[in-house]
């Protein structure tokens, strides 16, 4: 059987993958905690159900307008406004079926073959595989771990050819939780106003999960906000990742194209996810907010720990829920029976092991690394982290 040579250009994703392993080994009857999701590990708040249920009983039940009904378009500029003080009307924000589709509908209607796509190391799994399926060409832009992975605005001035046609990056950033304060994205902004050929998609799904302070969107520059592609959705903020739905805030334009290729594909999202996001939006904040409260204390005991294993250098995540320690110091290590040459190693090493799943480094643009993540309970972090202590203890 011959199929399409597209399915040749990119990869499954590897957090996907390694979630696939621990529910095989789960499957066997093996105690596997699972450090490899990005999935926070709470039920959707009860307003938002209510909210979801009431649709139900209204009969919500029919196909939806493709960038998703009027209501929840307003919602989101509501939220944007209330939020990020960013000023959009309802025909420049498309909803999609989860942030993931936002950001392919984006991808897909700026770059093509013969384009360039600036993104920042580390990156999420995703994003590059994307430019790939677009023809365009991936630029990775190497950050480190003493930056604290973000990328300076020398770095992005470097990076630039006649060529590029993208810059798109996170903040909070999946996987480092890397944070970009107001001041770097001046910086960054500095240089995007040399290149207008440039645009920007900024993927701000972790914006409630931020643990320094407010959160700072690069689209609040005025002169750039055209160029500027706006990813946000309900998944990681309100536990709504069954749900799926994302949205994008962009320029008249973009937003028409992105409706364009989106019809093509599934055309609106899901009726009732739809009425129950307006809720998510626009009413009680309190359960985002006491999740982040949770997630902080989890990091804190996840610093905690990660300190009591020799040989991994780690920075302290300002959002997000992961760790991307450097683990390199590993390879090369073996316990008689596995040699850890590289990430993908380590991470088998560590799910076989100590039956703990983790998500390579490589998979995400950074080699030395692997990432963990901390939306699961106190309990199954501190066993998790005991578990990898021992295991990387018998390597030699």
């Known amino acids: 059987m011959k199929l399409s040579s597209l399915l040749d250009r990119f990869a499954e994703p590897e957090t996907l993958k390694m979630a696939k392993l621990g529910r095989e080994l789960r499957a066997k009857g093996?105690?596997?905690?699972?450090l490899s999701l990005g999935e926070p590990d709470f039920d959707t708040p009860q307003h938002i159900k209510d909210a979801a249920i009431k649709a139900i009983n209204d009969n919500w039940s029919h196909?939806?307008?493709?960038?998703?009904?009027?209501?929840?378009?307003?919602?989101?500029?509501?939220?944007?406004?209330?939020?990020n003080n960013l000023d959009y009307k309802p025909e420049n924000i498309v909803t999609s079926t989860g942030?993931?589709?936002?950001?392919?509908?984006?991808?897909l209607a700026l770059a093509e073959e013969g384009d360039e796509v600036i993104i920042p190391t580390p990156y999420w799994v995703t994003y590059s595989e994307l430019v790939k399926i677009a023809r365009a060409t991936v630029v990775e832009a190497h950050t480190s771990l003493e930056s604290g992975f973000k990328i300076t605005a020398a770095q992005l001035e470097a990076a630039i050819t006649p060529n590029t046609k993208v810059f798109m990056f996170s903040s909070p950033c999946n996987p480092s939780g890397a944070v970009y304060s107001k001041d770097e994205l001046v910086a960054l902004a500095e240089v995007f106003r040399k290149h207008p050929q440039i645009y920007i998609i900024s993927d701000e799904i972790y914006e409630y999960i931020n643990f320094v302070g407010k959160h700072e969107s690069i689209a609040q520059f005025d002169d750039l906000k055209d160029r500027v592609v706006l990813i946000n959705g309900l998944s990681k903020g309100f536990a709504m990742t069954g749900w799926r739905l994302g949205y994008t805030a962009s320029n008249n334009t973009i937003a028409k194209a992105m409706e364009k290729l989106q019809g093509q594909f599934t055309s609106g999202t899901c009726s009732i996810t739809q009425k129950a996001a307006v809720a998510a939006l626009t009413e009680d904040l309190r359960p985002s907010l006491?999740?982040?409260?949770?997630?902080?204390?989890?990091?804190?005991?996840v610093l905690e720990l990660i300190k009591e294993v020799p040989g991994i250098q780690c920075s302290e995540p300002d959002g997000a829920?992961?760790?991307?320690?450097?683990?390199?110091?590993?390879?090369?290590?073996s316990d008689g029976e596995n040699v850890i040459t590289n990430s993908a190693d380590f991470s088998m090493y560590l799910l076989n092991t100590a039956h703990v799943s983790s998500v390579m480094g490589d998979a995400f643009g950074e080699p030395k690394c692997v990432r963990f993540s901390f939306a699961n309970s106190m309990n199954n972090i501190e066993r998790a982290w005991a578990r990898i202590k021992d295991a990387l203890a018998r390597l030699k």
């Open 321 to 333: 829920f992961y760790i991307f320690p450097d683990v390199s110091s590993y390879y090369g290590k």
């Open 63 to 83: 196909y939806t307008p493709v960038p998703g009904f009027l209501d929840l378009r307003e919602a989101v500029c509501t939220k944007l406004k209330r939020d």
């Open 290 to 301: 006491e999740m982040t409260e949770e997630f902080t204390r989890r990091r804190a005991r």
């Open 30 to 34: 093996v105690d596997v905690i699972d």
């Open 99 to 107: 942030a993931k589709q936002s950001l392919a509908n984006a991808i």
